[in-house]
């Protein structure tokens, strides 16, 4: 299985809205709504903040949002802030019953 | 609270052997799966495996079927990792985190082992 392919690096001012592609095949991303968003500061373990395809968890901005359209899902980030500088990974359940993860964004707030 | 607790860094020579541990507390231990990540220095995240500790049923990505051993003592809440010979691109951050049902939502970490193999 080949992982999903994100942008390498994306970057937005404050106050702005960016968005971070993550494509796949019909074989995960396509297949199931069954994609998750992670945000990782450095040094940090992962931190889910949207699973299957658009819900957030308790606690997690409600700037943060996901979509999905084909084999694409989407993590959208408005009213850009400096703590939302970080990498960010999508991931997806797969027709093997595994899990694939996208190679990483890293976000700038410029 | 619920929390995943890895066991700590690890310093090893290569074709020395390796067990990680992932302790999990403040939940119903067999009712989540518990995965494991990869991320070797300064890359991105990759799933490696997963395991339901209720029945031992095990998942194993392509990429590391062969390469490692998930396995889980319900007993005493615990999944490990666990290397027959290691090599030095072995050397890598592992987190375990766990999972509700399918899907692929791990909604809580640990906060990762780091091994370093080196001659």
């Known amino acids: 299985q080949s992982a999903l392919t994100q942008p390498a690096s994306v970057s937005g001012s404050p106050g702005q809205s960016i968005t971070i592609s993550c494509t796949g095949t019909?074989?995960?991303?396509?297949?199931?709504?069954?994609v998750s968003w992670y945000q990782q500061h450095p040094g940090k373990p992962p931190k889910l903040i949207i699973y299957?395809?658009?819900n957030r968890p308790s606690g997690v901005s409600n700037r943060f949002s996901g979509s999905k359209s084909g084999n694409t899902a989407s993590l959208t980030i408005s009213g850009l802030q400096a703590e939302d500088e970080a990498d960010y990974y999508c991931n997806s359940y797969t027709s093997s019953s595994t899990v694939v993860f996208g190679g990483g964004t890293k976000v700038t707030v410029l | 609270e619920v929390q995943l607790v890895q066991s700590g860094a690890e310093v090893k020579k290569p074709g020395e052997s390796l067990k990680i541990s992932c302790k999990g507390s403040g939940y119903r231990f067999t009712s989540y799966w518990i995965g494991w990540v990869r991320q070797m220095p300064g890359k991105g995240l990759e799933w490696m495996g997963i395991?339901?500790?209720?029945?031992?049923?095990?998942r194993y990505s392509p990429s590391f079927q062969g390469q490692v051993t998930i396995s889980v003592d319900k007993s005493i809440n615990t999944a490990y990792l666990q290397w027959s010979s290691l090599k030095a691109s072995d050397t890598a951050m592992y987190y375990c985190?766990?999972?509700?049902?399918?899907?692929?939502?791990?909604?809580?970490w640990g906060q990762g082992t780091l091994v370093t193999v080196s001659s």
């Open positions: 299957d395809v658009s």
């Open positions: 395991i339901y500790p209720d029945d031992s049923d095990t």
């Open positions: 985190a766990r999972r509700r049902s399918g899907g692929s939502r791990f909604d809580s």
């Open positions: 019909s074989s995960d991303v396509g297949g199931y709504n069954y």
